[in-house]
């Protein structure tokens, strides 16, 4: 089962300034990363519990000499993988991802996806 809803319009997320969307009490964060994916993820800080993850830092981590984008955390810095929540410092903490699309200029998020990876 899906459950898409629409964000906002593409145009409206700058590269690398992730922003914030409420959907009832699920906050996620929007980030177009440098690759120009736009990525779905959960606002809540997994360390911290707090709804920052849209002020963090974006970035990519080399990983098998591929370039992954990553979203570091803006209060104690734990980095996470934008495709699969993975936390490259450590294996305490995934950050929650969910399924998103563009679909006629809008990002779109299915809020029934989301996956701790």
């Known amino acids: 089962m899906s459950n898409w809803q629409s964000i906002c319009k593409e145009t409206d997320i700058n590269q690398d300034l992730p922003e914030a969307a409420l959907f ?41 000499g591929a370039s992954r984008p990553t979203l570091a955390s803006p209060i104690y810095k734990e980095v996470y993988d934008l495709e699969n929540g993975q936390c490259y410092g450590s294996d305490a903490y995934t950050l929650p991802v969910y399924d998103s699309r563009v679909s006629d200029g809008v990002i779109e998020v299915d809020l029934d996806s989301k996956n701790p990876a």
């Open 24 to 64: 009832g009490t699920e906050q996620v964060a929007v980030v177009k990363a440098w690759n120009g994916k736009i990525y779905v993820v959960s606002n809540v800080d997994p360390r911290t519990q707090q709804g920052v993850m849209s002020r963090g830092i974006v970035g990519d981590r080399t990983v098998e």
